[in-house]
C-alpha cells in the first residue's frame, strides 16, 4: 500500500479508505437520476398525493433514502472520525451496510412503484438492517468522541431520529397489508419529517458547523447559537409529532415557531461563517448551498400556510418537494460537489507523483450543466404543482435528469482520477 | 471544555500559532488570487502601489514564512505523529509540501523579477499559471490541516511538549 493508501485506510486512521464513502457517492448519484426518471411517470400523480404506494412515493424514497440518506452517511462515515478525532472502530461493518442499504432501497422503491409488498417489506428490513449498522458504528464513534461536543450532539439526535423514523417506516409498510393502524396519514407525516428534518437536519445542521466554516475559511463561530438550534430543533420536531398524532394544532403551531428559531439560528450561524470568510470566490457550490437556505425558510413557511389551512393550490406536496428537493438535495449536492474532489485528492496521485489540483479532479463542464438544470427543474415542478400541470412537472422532471446525468458524469469522473498512475 | 472548538480557537499554544500562520498566508494567496482575478490576461502595472504590495508580500512570505512553517510541522509535529502510529497524515501532508515549495518560490522568484522590471505578456502569463496553481494548492492544503492537523494537536501533544514546541517555533519568527 502506498503512503497516502495507508494514511487513509489503516485501522488507526481518522480517514476511511476512499472506497467507502465513494461508493455511497456513486450510488447517491445513480439514485438521484432514477428519482428524476420516476418522478417523470409519476408526474400525473404528484399533485394529487396524499401517500400510499405508486411512483410517486418510490420517486420520493428514491430521493431521500437513495440519495439524501446516502450522500448523508457517506459523509459521516468519513467525516465524523476527523471531527470526532476518533477512527471508526472497523471498517468493514461501514462496507456491510452499504451491502444492506444498495439493495433495500432498490428493492423497497421497486415495490413501492409497483405495489409489490414482498419486495417492500424484504427491501425495508435490508434496509433497516443497514441503518441499524450504521447507526451502531456512528453512536460507537460519537461516544468516544474527544472534541466538538455541539457536533457530536447533533449526531446523537440525528441516530435517535433515524431509529425513530426508520421503526415508523416499516410500521407503515406492514400496516398497508394488514391495516392495523387507524392513524396511518399521521403517522406518514411523522415519518417523513423525523426522516428529513430529524435525521437529515441534525446531520446537515451539526455538520454544517464544521464543513461550512472548513470551506470558507472563517474565523470563528460560537457554540451557543449551536446548542439554541439543536435545542430548538428537538423541541419542534417533538411538538410536531405530539401535535400531529395527538391532533392538538396548538402544539403544531409551536412546533413551527421553534423550527423557525432553529433555522433563525442556523443561518444566523452560516451568515457568520460566510461574513468572516477569508475566502472570497467560493464558487458554484456556495450557490447551490446559499439557495438551499432559501428554501429551508421557504419550506417552513408553507409549513405554516399547510397548517394554517391557506388557500395555495397543493400545499402539502409542494411542502414536501421544497423540504426534499429546495433545501435538502440542493444542499448536499452542494457539499458534495465541493468534498468529492477534496477527498479524492487525498487519494490520488496528479502529474509527476504530486497530489493532483481540485481542479484536476472536478469537472466544471457537468456541474454547471447541473446547477442550471436543477433550479430549472425546481421552478417547473414548483410551477407544475401551483398551476396542476402535469406537463410542467414533466418538463421539470427531465431537466431535473438532465442535470442528475451531468452531476452523475462529474462524480464518475472523480472516481475515475482515483486511480493513481503506475 | 478542552479541545478544538467551533471558534477556531485551540487550547494548544502550537495549534493556535499554526493556525494565525495559515491565517496569514490566506491574507497573502487571497490579494494575489484578486490580483488575478482583476487583471485577467491583461499583465498589471507594476508601478500600481496595490499590486507592487501584494507581489512584495507573495515573495517575503512565501519564502520565509511558509518554509519555517513547513520545516516546523515535518521536523516537530509529523514525527510525533508517526511515533504514535499516525504515520499517514505525516507523509500526505509532506507530499503536498514538496509540490507546494518549489512552486512558492517559482512564484516568489517571479515576484521579485515582476517588481523590479514589470511583466511582459509571457512573464505575466507564466507567472499567472504558477500562481494560480500556487493559490489551489495552499488553500486546500490549509483546509486540510485546519482540519485533520490542529486538532490532532491536542491529543498529541502534552501541556510542556507544548509549551516548549510552541516557544520554540514563536522565537523562530
Known sequence: ?422 | MTGYTTKMSFSRRTAQLLHEDHQATIIVIESLDQLIAKARKKAPDTNDLVVQKTLKNAGGAIEEEVSKHFAFEEDELFTRLEDMGDVGIGEHLREEHRALLPLGETVATMARDARENGFTDESWTQFRNAAAELIERMFAHIQKEEMALLPALEDLLDAETDMELSTAYADKH
Not at chain 1, 425495508?124 to 438492517?129: I, Q
Not at chain 1, 435517535?160 to 399521521?186: P, Q, T
Not at chain 1, 458554484?284 to 448551498?289: D, E, G, N, Q, Y
Not at chain 1, 410551477?383 to 452531476?407: E, V
Request: aromatic share 10%; hydrophobic share 60%; glycine share 10%.
Open chain 1, 1 to 422: 500500500m502506498n503512503s497516502a493508501g495507508s494514511f487513509l485506510g489503516g485501522a488507526k486512521d481518522r480517514l476511511l479508505p476512499a472506497s467507502i464513502p465513494f461508493r455511497f457517492f456513486l450510488s447517491a448519484s445513480l439514485f438521484h437520476v432514477l428519482a428524476w426518471t420516476v418522478l417523470f411517470f409519476a408526474a400525473d400523480e404528484v399533485a394529487r398525493f396524499r401517500g400510499g404506494p405508486g411512483l410517486t412515493l418510490a420517486a420520493i424514497h428514491l430521493a431521500t433514502l437513495g440519495v439524501l440518506a446516502m450522500t448523508a452517511i457517506g459523509a459521516s462515515y468519513q467525516l465524523l472520525p476527523v471531527v470526532t478525532r476518533r477512527p471508526l472502530a472497523r471498517d468493514w461493518p461501514a462496507r456491510l451496510s452499504f451491502w444492506l442499504i444498495l439493495p433495500g432501497v432498490a428493492l423497497m422503491t421497486y415495490g413501492m412503484a409497483e405495489s409489490a409488498l414482498t419486495s417492500m417489506k424484504t427491501g425495508a428490513v435490508l434496509l433497516g438492517f443497514g441503518l441499524a449498522v450504521f447507526a451502531v458504528l456512528t453512536a460507537d464513534n460519537l461516544r468516544r468522541a474527544g472534541s466538538f461536543p455541539v457536533v457530536s450532539a447533533h449526531g446523537w439526535l440525528a441516530l435517535v431520529s433515524l431509529v425513530a423514523f426508520v421503526a415508523l417506516g416499516v410500521l407503515l409498510i406492514w400496516d398497508l397489508e394488514s391495516g392495523f393502524l387507524n392513524n396511518h396519514l399521521s403517522l406518514a407525516v411523522v415519518h417523513m419529517v423525523l426522516a428529513s428534518f430529524g435525521f437529515m437536519g441534525f446531520l446537515v445542521l451539526g455538520l454544517s458547523l464544521v464543513l461550512i466554516p472548513m470551506f470558507v475559511l472563517s474565523r470563528s463561530l460560537p457554540d451557543k447559537p449551536g446548542w439554541a438550534q439543536l435545542s430548538l430543533t428537538a423541541m419542534a420536531l417533538a411538538g410536531h409529532s405530539c401535535g400531529i398524532l395527538l391532533g392538538n394544532m396548538p402544539l403544531v403551531w409551536i412546533a413551527l415557531a421553534a423550527g423557525l428559531g432553529a433555522a433563525g439560528c442556523y443561518l444566523w450561524l452560516m451568515r457568520k461563517s460566510l461574513n468572516s470568510s477569508m475566502r472570497k470566490r467560493l464558487g458554484l457550490p456556495f450557490i447551490l448551498i446559499r439557495a438551499s437556505w432559501g428554501f429551508l425558510f421557504l419550506c417552513l413557511l408553507l409549513g405554516g400556510a399547510v397548517a394554517g389551512g391557506a388557500d395555495i393550490p397543493n400545499a402539502p406536496v409542494l411542502t414536501g418537494f421544497i423540504l426534499l428537493v429546495g433545501w435538502l438535495l440542493t444542499f448536499l449536492l452542494g457539499v458534495l460537489q465541493r468534498i468529492m474532489p477534496f477527498l479524492a485528492s487525498m487519494h490520488a496521485a496528479g502529474k509527476s507523483g504530486l497530489p493532483p489540483l481540485l481542479s484536476e479532479l472536478t469537472a466544471e463542464g457537468p456541474l454547471k450543466v447541473h446547477a442550471i438544470c436543477h433550479f430549472a427543474a425546481l421552478a417547473a415542478c414548483v410551477g407544475g404543482l401551483l398551476l396542476n400541470l402535469t406537463l410542467l412537472l414533466q418538463i421539470g422532471a427531465i431537466l431535473g435528469l438532465i442535470g442528475a446525468i451531468a452531476f452523475a458524469v462529474f462524480a464518475v469522473n472523480v472516481v475515475l482520477k482515483l486511480k493513481r498512475p503506475k
